[in-house]
């Protein structure tokens, strides 16, 4: 099946810093979410993002799905932007359900 | 904007004991998942729900395990005889289509103790 992979697996910001994160998968996709799970669990949903590039405040991600990646931009972080973030996806042969990769997890120090 | 909610938060129960994890996800949508996540580790997929059936099962979802949609709105996620194992956050998930973005519930945190 498809694999997900993400990078880097820990990363410590100080506030206002900007980062990248990246999410490798092994298989053609034609669904790609990012989450960012929260302190309490809560999986918030970022973008659904097979391709292209879409902004979001703070945040913007990118899709190249041709060479199966993703990036996901975090400028001028906040303490809040602390927690976990996971990129899943799915394809044809996965029957809708999301592949999930180990995700990231963000510390941002003030 | 219309959320996916899960009922309860947060569950305690006893091993062996039957526990229902209730779901209502966004009202147009026709597609429906349980997902879970053991403390530390990543989502796991466990079954996907079409037009009242199951569409797609994982290895973990065994015959503990049950899903039904019992009205219009409800979509339950039932473990008949739980395990210390079982102990997770499980969320639900709906989306309108096959390849549309995934919406998740909050989550319901269970303990088996």
């Known amino acids: 099946g498809i694999q997900v992979e993400q990078s880097p697996p820990d990363l410590i910001l100080q506030e206002g810093a900007n980062s990248t994160l990246r999410c490798n998968f092994s298989?053609?996709?034609?669904?790609l979410q990012w989450f960012h799970q929260n302190p309490w669990g809560q999986l918030i949903n970022l973008f659904y993002?097979?391709?292209?590039?879409k902004q979001n405040g703070r945040l913007s991600a990118t899709t190249v799905a041709t060479e199966r990646y993703s990036l996901l931009y975090i400028s001028s972080s906040q303490t809040t932007d602390s927690g976990v973030y996971f990129c899943a996806v799915s394809n044809a042969g996965n029957n809708r359900k999301l592949i999930w990769g180990l995700g990231t997890s963000l510390a941002v120090n003030p | 904007e219309p959320e996916v909610t899960q009922t309860p938060s947060h569950q305690v129960t006893q091993m062996g004991q039957e526990v229902i994890l209730r779901c209502v996800p966004i009202?147009?949508?026709?597609?429906f998942y349980w997902y879970r996540q053991i403390l530390g580790q990543k989502v796991e997929f466990l079954v996907s729900?079409?037009?009242?059936?199951?569409?797609?099962k994982s290895e973990i979802f065994d015959d503990q395990f049950s899903v039904e949609r019992p009205d219009g709105s409800n979509f339950t996620l039932k473990i008949r005889s739980t395990k210390l194992e079982d102990s997770a956050m499980y969320f639900c998930?709906?989306?309108?289509?096959?390849?549309?973005?995934?919406?998740f519930g909050p989550g319901t945190r269970l303990t088996v103790t």
């Open positions: 009202s147009n949508h026709l597609y």
């Open positions: 729900f079409y037009n009242n059936e199951i569409s797609e």
């Open positions: 998930a709906s989306n309108l289509d096959s390849w549309s973005g995934q919406y």
């Open positions: 298989d053609s996709v034609n669904n």
């Open positions: 993002i097979p391709s292209g590039t």
